[in-house]
């Protein structure tokens, strides 16, 4: 396009830098970032791609510089960053970036708020993590699916499970992401019997399963050292119409019923005995 003198524009390059960042070819997205300063392209959406496309090529010295240089800055801008350094695993650059953007009053979106959930699990940090919770209470956020599994998730890699349950007990209880989450949260936590568990009320409510509850729930069985459970699993799973696809409360009874767990000991939590009814 370059080479048949075609005239370049802000559309033009906000559609090659994503390509560039997926592909992480470095070398080309500078050559784009080159020709948006040579045409004076410098729109807030050029530079929001720059930044993402330089964070995912691994470049956080150029995504932070372009990010610096921008003369406004939207939401899309702080979070494009946020997320740069929590791909390329700088979590406490990231929490000390939200933390500035609030300091400024931007409101953060709700992608912003998982990343920052994510680098809060990842940190083990409950505090940051317990004041992010707050904050989406207070705007009422805290009933999107995508913020309810973070916090479960943020919650148990800080070994709170007590207060993953919590949020998790008021999700919706028909969507298999925060089940998920907290088969996960369990797994983390070294609870099996507790996962095992909850994985059974799982079926009987008729919940979807698809392969992330597998991932979730197997590390389980390695837990208490017991291979029969997961043939039973794997049984349930290929007479199912596919992973993923729903099965008759009734029937997953039956096939629960054949699940067999090994007692491991005393292992537990106090809230063991309050999961769904």
Same mark, same amino acid.
């Given at each position: 396009?370059?080479?048949?003198?075609?005239?370049?524009?802000?559309?033009?390059?906000?559609?090659? !830098?994503? *390509? &560039?960042?997926? #592909?992480?070819?470095?070398?080309? @997205? +500078?050559? %784009? /970032? =080159?020709? $948006?300063?040579?045409?004076?392209?410098?729109?807030?959406?050029?530079?929001?791609?720059?930044?993402?496309?330089?964070?995912?090529?691994?470049?956080?010295?150029?995504?932070?510089?372009?990010?610096?240089?921008?003369?406004?800055?939207?939401?899309?801008?702080?979070?494009?960053?946020?997320?740069?350094?929590?791909?390329?695993?700088?979590?406490?650059?990231?929490?000390?970036?939200?933390?500035?953007?609030?300091?400024?009053?931007?409101?953060?979106?709700?992608?912003?708020?998982?990343?920052? !959930?994510? *680098? &809060?699990?990842? #940190?083990?940090?409950?505090?940051? @993590? +317990?004041? %992010? /919770? =707050?904050? $989406?209470?207070?705007?009422?956020?805290?009933?999107?699916?995508?913020?309810?599994?973070?916090?479960?998730?943020?919650?148990?890699?800080?070994?709170?499970?007590?207060?993953?349950?919590?949020?998790?007990?008021?999700?919706?209880?028909?969507?298999?992401?925060?089940?998920?989450?907290?088969?996960?949260?369990?797994?983390?936590?070294?609870?099996?019997?507790?996962?095992?568990?909850?994985?059974?009320?799982?079926?009987?409510?008729?919940?979807?399963?698809?392969?992330?509850?597998?991932?979730? !729930?197997?590390?389980?069985?390695?837990?208490?050292?017991?291979?029969?459970?997961?043939?039973?699993?794997?049984?349930?799973?290929?007479?199912?119409?596919?992973?993923?696809?729903?099965?008759?409360?009734?029937?997953?009874?039956?096939?629960?019923?054949?699940?067999?767990?090994?007692?491991?000991?005393?292992?537990?939590?106090?809230?063991?005995?309050?999961?769904?009814?």
């Amino acid at each position: 396009m370059v080479g048949s003198g075609v005239e370049i524009d802000g559309a033009s390059v906000v559609s090659v !830098l994503p *390509a &560039c960042g997926f #592909l992480k070819e470095l070398e080309a @997205g +500078r050559r %784009v /970032h =080159g020709l $948006v300063e040579e045409k004076v392209l410098g729109k807030k959406i050029v530079s929001n791609a720059l930044v993402d496309m330089y964070a995912k090529c691994g470049g956080l010295d150029e995504a932070r510089l372009v990010f610096d240089n921008m003369v406004e800055r939207d939401v899309v801008s702080w979070t494009s960053m946020i997320n740069g350094y929590i791909l390329n695993g700088d979590m406490k650059s990231a929490l000390s970036l939200f933390k500035i953007m609030q300091i400024e009053g931007l409101q953060p979106s709700s992608v912003t708020i998982t990343l920052i !959930l994510l *680098a &809060c699990a990842s #940190l083990n940090n409950l505090k940051d @993590g +317990r004041c %992010v /919770h =707050g904050w $989406v209470m207070k705007q009422r956020l805290d009933s999107e699916v995508a913020i309810e599994t973070s916090l479960i998730d943020m919650y148990a890699k800080c070994n709170c499970l007590s207060l993953s349950f919590s949020v998790f007990t008021r999700t919706s209880r028909k969507k298999t992401v925060p089940w998920n989450a907290m088969l996960s949260g369990c797994v983390h936590n070294k609870l099996a019997i507790e996962a095992i568990g909850l994985f059974k009320k799982m079926l009987v409510e008729g919940v979807e399963i698809n392969v992330a509850t597998c991932n979730s !729930l197997l590390p389980a069985y390695g837990i208490i050292a017991d291979l029969q459970p997961v043939n039973n699993i794997n049984s349930y799973l290929m007479r199912m119409d596919g992973i993923g696809l729903r099965k008759a409360p009734a029937h997953s009874l039956i096939e629960i019923r054949n699940l067999y767990v090994k007692p491991i000991g005393a292992a537990s939590l106090s809230w063991k005995n309050r999961l769904p009814p």
